[in-house]
């Protein structure tokens, strides 16, 4: 089984930035998908980003427009997600997720492994 532990959230000012970082442990192998979706109060889990297990296939949310990028380190088996520019309406809990399937998706049901979430407060 696959734990997920999710740091750096925080308190922001609109236009500053944000680093999230995720770790993954309970198996030698991180999974082959990894990303972070996020969820404001009274909205349902939106997909943010993904990268897969190589990092040459990754995918983001229209919302994100290059504000964001997403990265992985295999060898110390995290994701990170380096949030730029960022707005009020970017303001929710950050989950990371992992997921062992090789096919690409922006759902949440079809994401295994989550994390406890991480806040993230954009002040405007």
């Known amino acids: 089984q696959v734990q997920l532990v999710e740091s750096g959230g925080g308190l922001v000012q609109a236009g500053g930035s944000l680093r999230l970082s995720c770790a993954a442990s309970?198996?030698?192998?991180?999974?082959?998908?990894l990303g972070w979706f996020r969820q404001a109060p009274g909205k349902e889990r939106e997909f943010v980003a993904r990268?897969?297990?190589?990092?040459?296939?990754?995918g983001n949310a229209d919302f994100v427009k290059g504000r964001f990028t997403i990265s992985r380190d295999n060898a110390k088996n995290t994701v990170s997600l380096q949030m730029n520019s960022l707005k009020p309406e970017d303001t929710a809990v950050y989950y990371c997720?992992?997921?062992?399937?090789?096919?690409?998706?922006?759902?949440?049901?079809?994401?295994?492994?989550w994390g406890q979430g991480t806040q993230v407060t954009v002040s405007s």
């Open positions: 990268i897969s297990q190589t990092s040459v296939s990754t």
């Open positions: 997720a992992g997921d062992d399937r090789p096919v690409r998706s922006s759902r949440v049901d079809d994401w295994d492994y």
């Open positions: 309970g198996r030698t192998f991180s999974p082959y998908h």
